[in-house]
């Protein structure tokens, strides 16, 4: 019943329309506190408007002052009645957004335990006992919880997928979108939203793994894919932590990785301009599949100073990138070289 929020509305409306007078601070008070009760209540703020109508229709052949001044103090009421309510519904919304961050800061930080944290988890759509797996989008510039980019994006996944367990929240000023690791569907949908609204953003997607720890896991792996992909110049929208799981595997030996840079690549740093334009001809060469001409498309040469740069890399390190003996060696310490920002961090 939705009545006790009329409460003092048919005396407030007689006397106000009587003298022509507006309503006084009290009036407006009383209005503003019944809809903030009538918002913590969870009633639709549609409904009331149309209950207070009614009532005031109801009343109406008894007003004796004319339809201007009744009209008014009927927009007064009802506009105060509406002010408490969305008040209290923009405190309730803060209210959600300040636990939900706190949970997540909880979650990726194991700063509460897990019982404890699995009960929480159950109130955001999660169940921590399951499988989960985690996406997180970057852009130019920061999302904060409850933005235009956060709401757009939640809006899509809820049009598309309904409640299905489905978190999205932000996190140092990423987007981050927790789902079950058996909704093969919503990350990647998650994705394509993202980079979409965040005007050509990146995302990366972590691998799906068990319990509250397998979110952190999943996390932490979408964090280390956006990582590498700012080290190796990976301009993917989407990029998968499976599909690159080859380079936390080549620096595992951070200095056996140094040491094979350091030999197949140091005599570059003796060429004129330094070791960069030829590091980065083998970079194109084998990101092209070791195809010459759609290599020297992407450095802008010819295939002829394409090929003259490829000899001079064979000539100072003795190794043939167009020679298959040579070519995985040669790969590796080129990754290499870039995931450990060789040479500018040489030493």
């Known amino acids: 019943?939705?009545?006790?929020?009329?409460?003092?509305?048919?005396?407030?409306?007689?006397?106000?329309?009587?003298?022509?007078?507006?309503?006084?601070r009290d009036e407006l008070d009383s209005r503003r506190t019944l809809g903030e009760r009538a918002a913590e209540a969870g009633h639709g703020l549609r409904l009331l408007v149309s209950e207070h109508l009614a009532a005031a229709l109801a009343i109406w052949p008894?007003?004796?002052?004319?339809?201007?001044?009744?009209?008014?103090?009927?927009?007064?009421?009802?506009?105060?009645?509406?002010?408490g309510y969305e008040r209290a519904q923009r405190l309730a919304v803060r209210q959600e957004e300040a636990a939900?961050?706190?949970?997540?800061?909880?979650?990726?930080?194991?700063?509460?335990?897990?019982?404890?944290?699995?009960?929480?988890?159950?109130?955001?759509?999660?169940?921590?006992?399951?499988?989960?797996?985690?996406?997180?989008?970057?852009?130019?510039?920061?999302?904060?919880?409850?933005?235009?980019?956060?709401?757009?994006?939640?809006?899509?996944?809820?049009?598309?997928?309904g409640n299905r367990d489905v978190l999205l929240t932000t996190k140092d000023g990423r987007l981050l979108c927790i789902a079950p690791g058996n909704e093969d569907e919503v990350l990647p949908y998650f994705a394509k939203q993202a980079h979409a609204a965040t005007d050509g953003g990146q995302?990366?997607?972590?691998?799906?793994?068990?319990?509250?720890?397998?979110?952190?896991?999943?996390?932490?792996?979408?964090?280390?894919?956006?990582?590498?992909?700012?080290?190796?110049?990976?301009?993917?929208?989407v990029l998968r932590a499976v599909d690159l799981l080859v380079y936390p595997v080549l620096t595992r030996d951070r200095q056996a990785m140094a040491d094979l840079v350091q030999d197949t690549l140091g005599p570059l740093t003796t060429a004129r301009g330094g070791a960069g334009p030829l590091l980065e001809t083998l970079t194109a060469y084998f990101?092209?599949?070791?195809?010459?001409?759609?290599?020297?498309?992407?450095?802008?040469?010819?295939?002829?100073?394409?090929?003259?740069?490829?000899?001079?890399?064979?000539?100072?390190?003795?190794?043939?990138?167009t020679d298959p003996a040579h070519r995985y060696m040669l790969q590796t310490a080129t990754i290499g070289a870039r995931l450990l920002d060789w040479p500018a961090r040489e030493g």
């Open 287 to 321: 990101d092209a599949g070791c195809v010459a001409a759609a290599a020297a498309r992407r450095l802008s040469l010819s295939v002829r100073a394409l090929t003259y740069r490829l000899e001079r890399i064979h000539h100072l390190t003795g190794a043939d990138p």
């Open 203 to 237: 995302v990366a997607i972590g691998r799906s793994h068990p319990g509250p720890g397998g979110v952190v896991q999943s996390y932490e792996e979408a964090l280390n894919a956006l990582e590498l992909a700012g080290r190796l110049g990976l301009d993917d929208p």
């Open 62 to 83: 008894r007003l004796s002052a004319p339809n201007d001044r009744a009209l008014a103090a009927i927009h007064q009421a009802i506009d105060a009645f509406a002010e």
């Open 100 to 161: 939900r961050r706190e949970f997540i800061d909880d979650l990726l930080h194991g700063r509460s335990d897990l019982g404890r944290l699995a009960e929480r988890a159950e109130r955001f759509g999660l169940r921590l006992s399951h499988a989960h797996a985690v996406a997180v989008a970057r852009g130019a510039t920061s999302y904060e919880e409850g933005s235009g980019v956060s709401r757009q994006v939640e809006q899509a996944l809820m049009t598309r997928f």
């Open 1 to 24: 019943m939705t009545g006790e929020y009329l409460v003092g509305y048919e005396q407030i409306l007689t006397e106000a329309a009587s003298t022509g007078r507006r309503l006084t």
